[in-house]
């Protein structure tokens, strides 16, 4: 695809994600007036709501009607059945609300996340808050960039130049507690929360001693921290490809680094394929993602790595 078609595609997702971020206000201003009721997906932790689905419907409609011959891939529509694998064609992919249990408790950490496949590489991201009024857009080698009321021109990211990281000591890192609950599932992720934040002077074998520990509840938001640089890393396993493929292009475009898998962190902090989102990764529903750390690429890609691979000590992985 030519310059002037992405383009085209990236201001529409702009100016889409506006149109959904209005809908998901005034679903918020509905569902207080009436007292509202949400649905259960998988539990009592995995929450949807009359205005992801209407969000979705409308963006979906929308899209197709704009670009007739583009593919969609939505939380909703997944969960109502709807497959699509990613190929070669231009594809969206869309959470219509990320922060669902945000948006039912009115905290504002929710956001309509747009993102754009083409040719199977993550192309155009856009992440937009409405209650905080906050857009981030990134579109593949054009930088990423944050507005929001204070700021209402966009700023590049991350929003000051990258600082030293030479120790996981000195990190602020993002987990979730995600919505599966099971025991084998809870166990192993509390040994890795423990191995995160634990003081190994203090008793707790193998522990990195991060400084800071944030879960905000959204894993599109997330990744925009990291790319603005005011999370050092986000790690979370059994997110979707919809909560994430905006906020890769946002991150990478920051000079972030994405990986996913343990396994496949491992082969990308040896290889040459470092940061390389392939449709597998972006699917694999294991995700990592470090902020910039040095303007200079090669020095980045080697601080990056270096924490990646300390902070994989910590992580004993499970299937979600
Ligand atoms: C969830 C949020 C949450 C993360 C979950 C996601 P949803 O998305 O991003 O922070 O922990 O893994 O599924 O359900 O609010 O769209
Ligand atoms: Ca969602």
Wanted: aromatic share 8%.
């Amino acid at each position: 695809m030519d310059e002037a078609g992405i383009n085209e595609i990236y201001a529409f997702a702009i100016e889409l994600a506006r149109k959904a971020g209005r809908a998901i206000v005034d679903g918020s201003s509905r569902r207080f007036s009436s007292a509202a009721g949400f649905d259960h997906k998988k539990n009592t932790a995995d929450l949807v709501t009359e205005t992801d689905q209407a969000v979705e419907a409308l963006v979906k409609r929308e899209i197709s009607t704009r670009f007739p011959d583009h593919a969609f891939i939505g939380e909703e529509s997944w969960a109502a059945g709807e497959e699509h694998a990613l190929d070669n064609q231009v594809t969206w992919i869309v959470d219509p609300i990320d922060g669902t249990t945000n948006f039912v408790h009115a905290f504002p950490y929710t956001c309509i996340s747009i993102g754009v496949v083409i040719n199977s590489v993550p192309t155009i991201g856009v992440v937009f808050a409405p209650f905080m009024d906050t857009m981030y857009q990134g579109c593949l080698g054009k930088g990423s960039f944050m507005s929001s009321p204070h700021h209402p021109a966009p700023r590049r990211l991350p929003l000051v130049d990258p600082t030293p990281l030479d120790d996981l000591r000195q990190a602020l890192v993002a987990f979730e507690w995600g919505s599966d609950r099971r025991v084998e599932v809870l166990e192993r992720k509390l040994d890795c929360f423990r191995k995160i934040t634990g003081d190994p002077e203090g008793g707790i074998a193998g522990g990195k001693m991060v400084q800071g520990v944030r879960s905000v509840g959204s894993a599109a938001l997330n990744f925009c921290h990291v790319a603005s640089g005011n999370l050092d890393l986000y790690w979370e396993i059994g997110c979707w490809a919809w909560d994430v493929c905006a906020g890769v292009v946002i991150a990478q475009e920051a000079g972030a680094a994405v990986v996913g898998s343990k396994d496949h962190a491992e082969r990308a902090t040896k290889g040459d394929e470092f940061n390389v989102v392939t449709p597998a990764v972006l699917t694999g529903r294991k995700y990592t993602v470090i902020r910039a750390i040095d303007t200079d690429k090669a020095k980045n890609d080697q601080a990056q790595k270096h924490i990646l691979n300390e902070f994989y000590q910590c992580i004993t992985e499970w299937d979600p």
